[in-house]
């Protein structure tokens, strides 16, 4: 599968009000109608989450960021680990979508390694453009939730909002390694907020659990 | 038909009904030393790895205990409540113990706000000291609660 066709794969979450849908992240194709994203982008409820039906067909097409009219398919939440942040959702249409990739797991890469990710940055702002970020990995890490300790990637790059939930590819042979859940952030945050925003989450360490988990809980 | 007593008194883990990555989740806070009640909190606040900043647009926090624990004992303890579902589920128990707990949670995840594989784990150990008290004992027990808690607002 060459990279620009994962246009298909990866889907902006949302939910459906009476304002319209409100975007609330990234999820990914991970099994036959079944996709990842996190558990936090959900909140752990499924009242009205829907996918983003993508308009592009290939990243090189020209995403208009003047068309806020959406098509979408209701999901359902199927799995859901808030220790490890990673949620499975289930699609509610009569047709079936298998993603072109395979999951593999943090372990197969290492500090130094090229990795990509895609994801909707600034859709907290309703922007709603697939974006594609090459960067490295920066450290493998352990980080823990309750005592429950699980394995992640630190990516060299600057995250935002909206892009929690994406999937995190390996080049070299097209595996999803793992899934973007946010950055590092010091104990409790900076304590500021400046237009929505924690100083403190402005960096370059953005944290990716291990794929594996997903594959778990399929 | 069997009694919702009867039911609940049935010598079942209640944990071997929940998917293998949740039951090990589980059962790790369990071997840390936490108890059911303390494991179920800690489940349903748990909000991904510490220290990361997460990066969805509205990043909720998790549903309470406190409102979980209450719609249990309104299935459990009342009469007047869920009771379509009751007269369902105890013509039906015999489905085993995955149907009867996702039952349950789908029962209840529309009135607390959360999807019921969410709320499936923390009912479970609700379930699971409901059998090592009984029934009757831990419904008094609930409505002791309640009662303490009204008089001292």
Redesign the interface.
């Known amino acids: 599968m060459l990279l620009q066709y994962v246009a298909g794969s990866v889907f902006a979450v949302g939910r459906v009000t009476p304002n319209g849908v ?4 990234t999820a990914f194709l991970v099994a036959k109608n079944k996709l990842a994203t ?10 009205n989450l829907v996918i983003i039906i993508p308009k592009i067909q290939s990243l090189y097409d020209y995403q208009d960021t003047t068309d806020s009219k959406v098509s979408f398919i209701n999901v ?10 990673i949620c499975i959702l289930t699609l509610e249409h009569k047709g079936e979508i298998s993603p072109p990739y395979v999951l593999s797991s943090t372990d197969s890469i290492h500090p130094g390694s090229p990795v990509v990710t895609f994801g909707f940055p600034h ?2 702002h309703g922007r709603l453009v697939l974006t594609q970020q090459d960067t490295n990995v920066g450290a493998k890490v352990l ?6 300790k ?1 394995k ?1 990637i630190v990516l060299n790059t600057l ?7 994406g999937p995190v590819f390996n080049p070299s042979n097209m595996s999803v390694v793992g899934m ?8 409790g ?1 900076s304590g500021v907020i400046i237009a929505g925003i ?1 100083p ?2 402005l960096h370059q360490t953005t ?1 990716v ?1 291990s794929a594996e ?1 997903i594959k ?2 399929l | 038909m069997i009694t919702l007593e009867e039911f609940i008194r049935q010598d079942i883990n209640w944990l071997n009904a929940l ?4 039951r090990k ?1 589980i059962q ?2 369990l071997d ?1 030393g936490k108890t059911y009640e303390e494991a179920a909190v ?3 606040s ?18 309470f205990f406190e409102k979980l624990l209450e719609e249990v004992e309104s299935f459990f303890c009342r009469d007047d409540k869920y009771i379509e579902e009751k007269k369902q589920l105890l013509t039906q128990f015999k489905a085993g113990d995955v149907y009867v707990l996702t039952f349950i949670s789908t029962a209840i995840s ?1 009135i607390v ?6 709320i499936a784990p923390a009912i479970a150990l609700i379930l699971m000291t409901i059998l090592r008290m009984g029934l009757n004992a831990w419904c008094s027990l609930r409505r002791e609660i309640k009662q303490n808690s009204t008089q001292q607002s």
Do not use: C
């Open positions: 409100n975007l609330l992240g996190t558990k936090h982008v959900t909140g752990g409820s499924d009242s359902k939440i199927s799995e859901i680990d808030p220790f490890k942040d859709a907290d980080i823990e939730s309750s005592g429950i699980s992640h995250a935002r909002p909206g892009q929690s939930g973007l859940v946010g950055a590092y952030i010091p104990q945050g924690d403190a989450s944290h659990i988990y778990e809980m | 998917p293998e990555y949740q989740s790790q806070l840390q800690i489940w349903l748990a909000n991904g790895p510490s220290n990361t900043h997460p990066f969805g647009t509205q990043n909720t926090k998790s549903i529309p706000g959360a999807s019921a594989p969410l």
